[in-house]
């Protein structure tokens, strides 16, 4: 079966399931990069320090962050606060997996 029938075919079947793919705007996002990045620049470091030592607690997947656009606008707000001077696609890419990671958000 030629690759694009393959996708197609493997679209529909997560579609019919409910079983969605990652929301459009993280399509195609580097992963790796995304989890060096996050090691990287201390993330979860200094949301240890914040948290008394549970890095992941300041994720709250719902209470502010309700959808893909909000979370990954979140981590261009953090890179320009912080001054971590990350590019656009960086910035994409961390915030994929935060989503994969934690927050799950369908679109
Ligand atoms: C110097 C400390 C510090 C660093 C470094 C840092 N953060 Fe944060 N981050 C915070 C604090 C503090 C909050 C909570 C802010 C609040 O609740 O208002 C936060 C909140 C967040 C949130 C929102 C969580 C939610 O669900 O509301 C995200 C997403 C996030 N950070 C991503 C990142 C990423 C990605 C990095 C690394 C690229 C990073 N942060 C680096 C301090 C930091």
């Given at each position: 079966m030629p690759r694009a029938a393959a996708a197609l075919l493997l679209g529909l079947l997560l579609g019919s399931t409910g079983?969605?793919?990652e929301?459009?705007?993280f399509q195609g996002a580097d992963l790796a990069m995304g989890r060096k990045?996050?090691?990287e620049n201390r993330c979860d470091a200094c949301h240890?320090?914040?948290t008394g030592g549970k890095p992941h607690a300041i994720y709250r997947p719902g209470k502010?962050?309700?959808n893909a656009g909000y979370l990954r606008g979140m981590?261009?707000?953090c890179n320009t606060?912080?001054?971590l001077s990350l590019f656009p696609e960086d910035v994409t890419a961390i915030a994929a997996v935060l989503n994969l990671e934690h927050y799950r958000f369908k679109d």
């Open positions: 079983l969605r793919a929301p459009a705007i990045l996050i090691q240890a320090e914040k502010r962050l309700t981590v261009e707000q606060e912080l001054g």
